[in-house]
């Protein structure tokens, strides 16, 4: 199995509250990569890094930001959580067309 | 824009059955096309892809073909067992830059024994 790890795996947090959750890689992919998952949407990407300091927006990027300091972790940000942020946020790394994926993490906002 | 469409579930089998997922793609360049699995409670696991046209991609006995005349990228298993209980999705992917995955909405099956 790849070496990706997420923390935490589950949160539970108030409407207007900062969240990170954080990717940890051991395998120094180039391309790290997060999304979120939803009943009947399948996974739908936020935001995707292509190397250190290097990102852009992905589909569903509205009220998340992200962050990549070093090759091996990948920080996802929500500023002012909303209950519509509320899902299971998955994080993934590639080197070529094969995507490997982390845990999840479970959030829920209230 | 790209996307995928996966026939409606839950699926729900009883075991040794024949399984079709059918899974067709819109997509403006030659993408690159995968099924991932996802048993409960854990993230997603690469079932099998493929690269090109006519292409078959094989794993765990389930198989599926390449077929651009079709737009189509149909999972198949000749008999499924309880085990193979889980959520399907079919994914494509463009080959140039950060190769972002865009999936269908996702297939749950249920093996009955």
Redesign the interface.
């Known amino acids: 199995d790849a070496g990706i790890t997420q923390s935490p795996r589950h949160k539970v947090t108030e409407t207007g509250t900062p969240v990170t959750l954080r990717c940890h890689q051991t395998e120094n992919h180039r391309?790290m990569?997060w999304?979120r998952q939803d009943p009947?949407?399948?996974?739908?990407?936020i935001h995707?890094s292509?190397g250190v300091k290097d990102t852009?927006k992905?589909e569903v990027s509205d009220g998340y930001s992200v962050s990549r300091s070093k090759t091996e972790d990948f920080l996802l940000t929500l500023e002012s959580a909303t209950s519509s942020q509320t899902s299971v946020y998955?994080c993934?790394i590639?080197e070529?067309?094969?995507?490997?994926?982390?845990?999840?993490t479970r959030l829920t906002v209230t | 824009g790209d996307s995928v469409t996966q026939m409606e579930g839950p699926v729900t089998l009883s075991e040794e059955a024949f399984l079709t997922i059918n899974c067709t793609y819109t997509a403006t360049g030659y993408p690159s096309l995968f099924w991932y699995v996802q048993y409960p409670g854990e993230g997603l696991q690469l079932l099998l892809k493929a690269t090109k046209a006519d292409d078959k991609g094989s794993n765990k006995g389930f198989e599926a073909t390449y077929r651009k005349e079709t737009t189509s990228f149909h999972l198949e298993k000749g008999s499924v067992q309880v085990s193979d209980s889980a959520v399907y999705f079919c994914a494509l992917t463009l080959p140039q830059g950060a190769q972002k995955l865009v999936f269908g909405q996702g297939t749950r099956l249920t093996i009955n024994p």
Do not use: M
């Open positions: 391309y990569y999304y009947g949407h399948g996974l739908r990407l995707y292509y852009d992905g998955f993934a590639s070529s067309s094969e995507q490997y994926f982390g845990p999840g």
